[in-house]
């Protein structure tokens, strides 16, 4: 039933965020694995977001990133409002399409600086913790 009700939350999010969507800053957001490394290295104020499943992390995840299951739609939202809205914010999921809306989430909610990877980890080619 947990199941269910977490994917009726997230369906509602999806709902929303469609709504709102900014196409014209879509293709800033969304970069490849290497500016993405390359802007996390450079960043003094940078956060990284893993919104997969926490199994799905457990299996394996980019060195500093923080699990926050997008699923989860209610901790998601709470636990977003936790950073500062002025950092570099880095999200991924699997693939990639998570972790877009996860970024037009956090767009909406005020965050000017967030990063989709591209290809999620499955295409990640860089160090994974295991």
């Known amino acids: 039933m947990k199941i269910l009700q977490n994917k009726h939350n997230f369906n509602f999010l999806k709902l929303k965020l469609f709504r709102n969507l900014q ?3 879509t293709k800033k957001m969304n970069i490849d694995q290497d500016k993405w490394l390359n802007l996390v290295e450079e960043s003094k104020n940078s956060v990284i977001i893993d919104v997969r499943t926490s199994e799905e992390f457990m299996e394996g ?7 926050l299951d997008i699923y989860n739609s209610n901790n998601f939202l709470d636990e977003i409002q ?3 809205k002025n950092s570099d914010v880095y999200i991924y ?3 990639g399409a998570r972790s877009h809306q996860a970024c037009e989430i956090l767009k909406q909610s005020g965050y000017k600086n967030v990063f989709n990877l591209i290809g999620g980890i499955s295409e990640w080619s860089h160090k994974i913790i295991k």
């Open 23 to 25: 196409f014209n800053k």
């Open 61 to 67: 995840y980019i060195e500093n990133a923080i699990n």
């Open 82 to 84: 936790k950073f500062d």
């Open 93 to 95: 999921c699997r693939s």
